[in-house]
T-cell receptor
Framework: GAVVSQHPSWVICKSGTSVKIECRSLDFQATTMFWYRQFPKQSLMLMATSNEGSKATYEQGVEKDKFLINHASLTLSTLTVTSAHPEDSSFYIC???????????FGPGTRLTVL | AQKVTQAQTEISVVEKEDVTLDCVYETRDTTYYLFWYKQPPSGELVFLIRRNSFDEQNEISGRYSWNFQKSTSSFNFTITASQVVDSAVYFCALSEPSTDSWGKLQFGAGTQVVVTP
């Protein structure tokens, strides 16, 4: 089946630094990718919808200047957490919607810990 | 407003028991998709099923079965003869095809299933 990768799988950083997370669709093209955030023992909450070649659409309450999303190609979207703080520590999961089949595939997630 | 409700926070069963997970959804769209995902301790979401709103047939896949009832806006999931490997958090999700949200998944709170030997 279709595979979506995320890199890194986990990252620990100091407060105030920026962290970039990559989401790649390995064997299919994805015009749309989604970024979700999951705090411990909670559900997944959509942060933003990323469309190739255009600006991301952010959900209410998500700071677009803090969570920068770039979808420069049909197989890659990146999420940059700028000036990370401990409250940004979370599990970040991306998904990619296959252009041909409209099916959505999830990445394995990235665990971010901000000290 | 919560669009997908999974009222059961945690269900504990002994191996070989059946377990049913409830999911109630809310939408004004006539066309929509419902999903179930499994999230084991590793964190990676495992896709289980996608059902469109026009297909009310119940489905069975091995030990898994789903009961979709539009009249009650429910999409319940049953694991028959549970096994320890079924221990995970299970999420129900809804996708509504309005212009700006097609493909976005709205997840329920999840139900933790604990299967003990």
């Amino acid at each position: 089946g279709a595979v979506v990768s995320q890199h890194p799988s986990w990252v620990i950083c100091k407060s105030g630094t920026s962290v970039k997370i990559e989401c790649r669709s390995l064997d299919f093209q994805a015009t749309t990718m989604f970024w979700y955030r999951q705090f411990p023992k909670q559900s997944l909450m959509l942060m933003a919808t990323s469309n190739e070649g255009s600006k991301a659409t952010y959900e209410q309450g998500v700071e677009k200047d803090k969570f920068l999303i770039n979808h420069a190609s049909l197989t890659l979207s990146t999420l940059t957490v700028t000036s990370a703080h401990p409250e940004d520590s979370s599990f970040y999961i991306c998904s990619a919607r296959a252009s041909r089949t409209d099916t959505q595939y999830f990445g394995p997630g990235t665990r971010l810990t901000v000290l | 407003a919560q669009k997908v409700t999974q009222a059961q926070t945690e269900i504990s069963v002994v191996e070989k028991e059946d377990v049913t997970l409830d999911c109630v959804y809310e939408t004004r769209d006539t066309t929509y998709y419902l999903f179930w995902y499994k999230q084991p301790p590793s964190g990676e979401l495992v896709f289980l099923i996608r059902r469109n709103s026009f297909d009310e047939q119940n489905e069975i896949s091995g030990r898994y079965s789903w009961n979709f009832q539009k009249s009650t806006s429910s999409f319940n999931f049953t694991i028959t003869a549970s096994q320890v490997v079924d221990s995970a958090v299970y999420f129900c999700a809804l996708s509504e095809p309005s212009t700006d949200s097609w493909g976005k998944l709205q997840f329920g709170a999840g139900t933790q299933v604990v299967v003990t030997p």
